[in-house]
């Protein structure tokens, strides 16, 4: 379950995160190769993926960019 200091809405929070995750599979990489490039530990990605935590939106941002994706907001 999500932070509650997050204050973020679960639903499109989970899409995003979802979205995020088909790209990292599509690309042949694992969580740990994705943490690497972000500089964090897979354990970040992990719960990321399982909707433990929530990415901040610089994290997210810097997420999708390594994935190729680009966010309009």
């Known amino acids: 379950m ?3 200091a997050n ?5 499109p929070a989970k899409i995003f995160v979802d979205v ?3 790209a ?3 690309r042949g990489l694992t969580s ?3 943490a ?3 500089d964090l530990h897979s354990h ?6 399982t909707g433990k935590r929530y990415p901040r939106l610089l994290s997210a941002i810097r997420w999708a960019q390594a994935l190729g994706i680009e966010l309009t907001l």
């Open 36 to 38: 690497s490039s972000l």
């Open 7 to 11: 204050n973020i809405n679960p639903a």
């Open 44 to 49: 970040v990605i992990d719960d990321w993926e």
């Open 20 to 22: 995020l995750r088909q």
């Open 24 to 26: 990292r599979i599509r």
């Open 32 to 34: 740990e190769n994705l």
């Open 2 to 4: 999500p932070s509650k």
